[in-house]
């Protein structure tokens, strides 16, 4: 009986949450499209979003890249089938590894900051403040946030695909001692727009997720110190477990 | 404040039965409370008896469980949207810990409902912003500081700036004393009657600082499990005749308010 009314209270929790979230999402989307805009803050974010994170989303990439085309080739080798690495390498990065890649790195640095900021802000009143200053906080908070995400991920996955491709390319020719013509060549003949453009739609869902569960956790964190704590560990966890079944669902829409 | 009250039909600021809880906790158990315009009501009470909960459902920041909330004679306790922007208008507030945006420097704090809820100019914000920052006693050289820069009772004042930069009909003060040593503190109280007269503000105050409460208000209230049990003029709070009103105001461990202390 005890486990039974222990389930049926987690599913109420769950359920719970979910339509808590829903509420949230669909009010910070009702105050992306409603005046008054705040076009400062929005470059604000977008700079901090995409500028700042080009570093680590280009390192994790560049590394990525030249990892996959010596596993590649390690296996690859053992079939005669050496000349498909750059095919292998330029699809795995445009396809996945580039808007997942990104997308985890970003949920840790960008998402993480933005629900200890406005987590910060909730326990300090300043949100509250905001309001008596007749600022709506989702407009203020939320809603550039959530525009900054959304366009910026595919930005940077574009420069990470570029940069995933030239590692791949780097370990290929200077290691593998491939062909530099015959790679390029290859790189590019079996490379079609879909791969790119759902990469980049992945990056845009990402980034919308990344920004919303970092405002969601910091908009309803509590306490004080160990409150933005939780919150900001809640919305690395949350985004980077969403981010992955996403991934999933959305190839399953591009590819199946 | 020393100066009585003009008296007006309607309240400014009207609660009848106001209930909150939060689960099983009753905050507030049906609040009854009025303050005319230009009045200054000092609510005083001890640790967790709501009188921030009672401050955040004025100013909407919370919804109360039952009752109605008035201001100037307009139902306001479930308006939301642009009827809410335009009530928020009236009013300013001083916040506890003073919630300046630690992003912004202090003049852009001062400013910020200038810039943000008006939509007036910065440059001109700006002027303001230096013209209130010397009303409160700050010199134009704090302007460029980040708030982190600034001292306790500086930050307070900062707060209070703020709160008066967009002259509202209606201020709150959350605290305005505490954690301030005792000039400090008077300076404050000082600033705070001194910014309500200039602007001609009604001012809704909660603080447990019998010497703040005693020299801001016209009017102070005592709230005790969620109820006001007492209020009346200032001059009136030492001959209440009521026990819970001695105890709070003479600081006494001993009295029908019992605080619940585990020893050991």
Not at chain 1, 96 to 107: D, Q, R, S, T
Not at chain 2, 128 to 154: Q, R, T, Y
Not at chain 2, 235 to 263: C, E, T
Request: hydrophobic letters at 45%.
């Amino acid at each position: 009986m005890g486990f039974l009314s222990g389930i049926g209270r987690a599913t109420l929790v769950f359920l719970a949450a979910t339509g808590r979230l829903a509420l949230f999402t669909a009010r910070a989307l009702s105050h992306c499209v409603r005046p008054p805009y705040y076009p400062r803050l929005l470059l604000q974010q977008m700079r901090e979003i995409g500028y700042n994170s080009l570093p680590v989303v280009g390192l994790t990439a560049l590394f990525t890249g030249m990892v996959l085309a010596l596993q590649s080739y390690t296996g690859f080798a053992r079939f005669n089938a050496s000349s498909a690495i750059a095919t292998v390498v330029v699809l795995s990065i445009t396809r996945e590894l580039g808007p997942v890649m990104a997308g985890l790195m970003v949920a840790g640095r960008v998402g993480a900051a933005m629900a200890a900021e406005i987590g910060t802000m909730r326990v300090t009143e300043q949100v509250d403040a905001l309001t008596t200053l007749s600022t709506n906080p989702f407009k203020y908070l939320v809603a550039p946030r959530l525009l900054a995400g959304t366009l910026m991920l595919p930005c940077l996955v574009l420069v990470a695909d570029i940069i995933g491709v030239f590692g791949g390319y780097v370990v290929s020719i200077y290691r593998l001692g491939f062909n530099p013509a015959a790679y390029l060549t290859s790189t590019a003949q079996y490379l079609e727009t879909i791969d790119v453009v759902s990469g980049l739609a992945k990056a845009a869902a990402f980034g919308f997720i990344i920004a919303l569960m970092g405002c969601y956790n910091g908009y309803h964190s509590k306490g004080g110190a160990q409150g933005v704590g939780a919150a900001t560990t809640h919305a690395v966890v949350s985004a980077s477990i969403m981010i992955l079944m996403i991934n999933y669902l959305l190839t399953g829409l591009f590819f199946s | 404040m020393s100066t009585v009250s003009p008296q007006s039909a309607t309240p400014k600021i009207e609660l009848v039965g106001v209930k909150k809880a939060f689960g099983p906790k009753k905050v507030l158990d049906g609040v009854d409370l009025s303050v005319a315009k230009g009045e200054s009501f000092v609510i005083i009470g001890g640790s967790g008896t709501g009188k921030s909960v009672m401050l955040k459902s004025i100013l909407g920041l919370l919804r109360p469980d039952a009752g109605t909330i008035k201001v100037d004679g307009e139902e306001t306790t479930h308006i939301g949207g642009r009827a809410r922007d335009r009530v928020m208008t009236k009013f300013g507030m001083l916040f506890q810990g003073g919630a300046l945006f630690d992003s912004l420097p202090v003049w852009q704090n001062v400013a910020f409902g200038l810039i943000q809820g008006q939509g007036m100019k910065r440059a001109q914000a700006r002027e303001i912003a230096i013209e209130k920052l010397a009303a409160v006693g700050l010199g134009p050289d704090v302007a460029n500081l980040s708030p982190a820069e600034l001292s306790g009772g500086m930050q307070k004042r900062v707060s209070l700036a703020r709160a008066i930069a967009t002259t509202p009909e209606i201020i709150f003060f959350d605290e305005p004393t505490t954690g301030l040593d005792p000039i400090m503190a008077d300076v404050i109280n000082d600033l705070i009657v001194k910014c309500v007269r200039d602007l001609g503000a009604t001012a809704l105050t909660i603080t447990h600082d019998m010497a703040s409460a005693r020299k801001i208000s016209d009017r102070i209230g005592m709230l005790y499990q969620g109820k006001l049990i007492w209020q009346g003029p200032t001059d009136a709070i030492d001959d209440s005749g009521n026990a819970y009103v001695d105890q709070f105001i003479h600081g006494r461990a001993d009295g029908p308010i019992q605080m619940q202390v585990k020893l050991g």
